[in-house]
């Protein structure tokens, strides 16, 4: 069994015992997340595609941790007029593990 769902501008395949890293969320680790935005949920031989959503299903997950992914370097550069400007960003991330995929 697994599902297709949406978060933070995202789609992530999950399978329940599975982790996966979404942008961050709020509360805190340890308490359980509900999402609600599910596109597709596959079991087995049967497949719910929904028109956007699949009415009635969720998935539930529990935060593992916050945490922040590799740094990116933004390098900024124009020739001949002396301007380079470095900086980097580290985009935070909230690490879930799955318990279980809902339908109605």
């Given at each position: 069994?697994?599902?297709?769902?949406?978060?933070?501008g995202k789609q992530y395949t999950?399978?329940?015992?599975?982790?996966?890293?979404?942008?961050?969320?709020?509360?805190e680790a340890g308490s359980e997340v509900e999402l609600t935005d599910?596109?597709?949920v596959a079991d087995g031989e049967m497949v719910s595609v929904g028109v956007p959503l699949v009415s009635g299903a969720k998935v539930l997950a529990e935060i593992v941790e916050h945490g922040k992914g590799k740094k990116v370097i933004v390098f900024k550069y124009k020739q001949k007029i002396r301007y380079r400007k470095k900086t980097g960003h580290r985009q935070q991330f909230t690490r879930l593990a799955v318990k279980e995929i809902v339908t109605a």
């Open positions: 069994m697994y599902a297709v769902i949406q978060t933070g999950v399978r329940p015992g599975g982790t996966l890293n979404v942008e961050k969320l709020d509360g599910v596109l597709m």
